[in-house]
């Protein structure tokens, strides 16, 4: 499975942005889809995901202002992210994850990351 993320860049504090990533490869076997975030010297932490089944799941500092969606035709997924904040400010990375089953077992792909710079 190969990710593609766009949609980054730099954006004042109060401002929005909306993060796309396509996925190509063996797309019948995702399940999941989102987005994590990392900052210097910090782990990838979430930031939204949704499952197949429409599903959603949130980090709590960006619940009520960010938004995820998906494409499952297409196996596109959307970040729309406003009022965002400085805190905020980080590399943002396309997630997938593969069902369960053969041949993946539950596999994780990355996308290489966009930077999200919110300036106050």
């Known amino acids: 499975v190969q990710l593609q993320a766009s ?11 909306r993060l796309s ?3 190509s490869g063996s797309l019948w076997a ?21 499952a197949g089944g429409g599903s959603t799941d949130y980090g709590d500092s960006v619940k009520g202002r960010f938004s995820v969606s998906r494409d499952n035709g297409e ?35 990355w996308g290489k990351g966009t930077q999200v710079t919110v300036s106050s």
């Open 7 to 17: 949609g980054g860049g730099l954006v004042q504090a109060g401002g929005s942005l």
């Open 21 to 23: 990533c396509a996925a």
């Open 30 to 50: 995702i399940d999941t889809m989102g987005w994590y975030r990392q900052t210097p010297g910090n782990q990838r932490q979430l930031v939204a995901s949704v």
């Open 75 to 109: 196996k596109t997924v959307w970040l729309q992210m406003n009022s965002l904040e400085p805190v905020d400010t980080g590399v943002y990375y396309c997630n997938v994850r593969m069902d369960n089953l053969a041949p993946f077992f539950g596999t994780n792909y």
